[in-house]
């Protein structure tokens, strides 16, 4: 069975850093590209980031550009979310996502359950 | 940046009834296109992709169709455990980016 659990989130100061984490099982994770989506309390699904299955090509919505780093260690089945300089708007649930295929350009078919990233002082 | 419409935002419907919900984008996207279904409190739930083909395991009520800048998501008997927002989303180019959800209730 495919799965993806995240973890790493909580409450974060304002220009702070957090690191979020994915673990996958039940599937080959380096053979597949892996986004990060997030959703603000009350609010739509936002893309974040995509890497590819070899981290050699990675992707930010404008946003989180400078701030944000995408990165995996497939040794681990491991997938990251380096956040730094948070920003109230950065307050949301951040969900990791599968690909269906190596270098992102086949959509989202898997998704994790979800980690709280709260921006508070 | 590719913009996605979604209407209605939101729909009330009855028990077996057949609801559609529509999907514009502002540019051509081709057939990359997803549709998601949230339940509350959940993770998203992929349901469609490649704006017809049926993800695996998901019941066959849900269907699909569109090309270019116009797609719609079918349910064709409506029923208590399908209640949730439903989000599109283009994967044509990077950013993706979403529709601002449609909330399915019953009547």
């Known amino acids: 069975q495919e799965q993806l659990v995240e973890s790493g989130g909580g409450v974060v100061q304002p220009g702070r850093s957090l690191r979020l984490s994915c673990v996958a099982s039940g599937f080959t994770f380096n053979k597949y590209g892996m986004h990060w989506v997030r959703q603000a309390p009350g609010r739509g699904l936002e893309w974040v980031a995509l890497?590819?299955?070899?981290?050699?090509?990675?992707n930010y919505m404008n946003a989180v550009k400078g701030r944000v780093t995408i990165s995996r260690d497939n040794s681990k089945n491991t997938l990251y979310l380096q956040m730094n300089s948070v920003r109230d708007e950065d307050t949301a649930v951040y969900y990791c996502?599968?690909?269906?295929?190596?270098?992102?350009?086949?959509?989202?078919?898997?998704w994790g359950q979800g980690t709280t990233v709260a921006v508070s002082s | 940046d590719i913009q996605m419409t979604q209407s209605p935002s939101s729909l009330s419907a009855s028990v077996g009834d057949r609801v559609t919900i529509t999907c514009r984008a502002s540019?051509?996207?081709?057939?990359?296109l997803a549709w998601f279904q949230q339940k509350p409190g959940k993770a998203p739930k992929s349901l469609i992709f490649g704006a017809s083909s049926l993800e695996s395991g998901v019941s066959s009520k849900f269907s699909g169709s569109g090309f270019g800048t116009d797609f719609t998501l079918t349910i064709s008997s409506l029923q208590p455990e399908d209640i949730a927002t439903y989000y599109c989303q283009q994967y044509n180019s990077y950013p993706w980016t979403f529709g601002q959800g449609t909330k399915v209730e019953i009547k």
């Open positions: 540019q051509g996207i081709n057939n990359y």
């Open positions: 996502a599968r690909d269906r295929g190596l270098r992102g350009v086949y959509g989202i078919a898997v």
């Open positions: 890497i590819w299955y070899d981290g050699s090509n990675k």
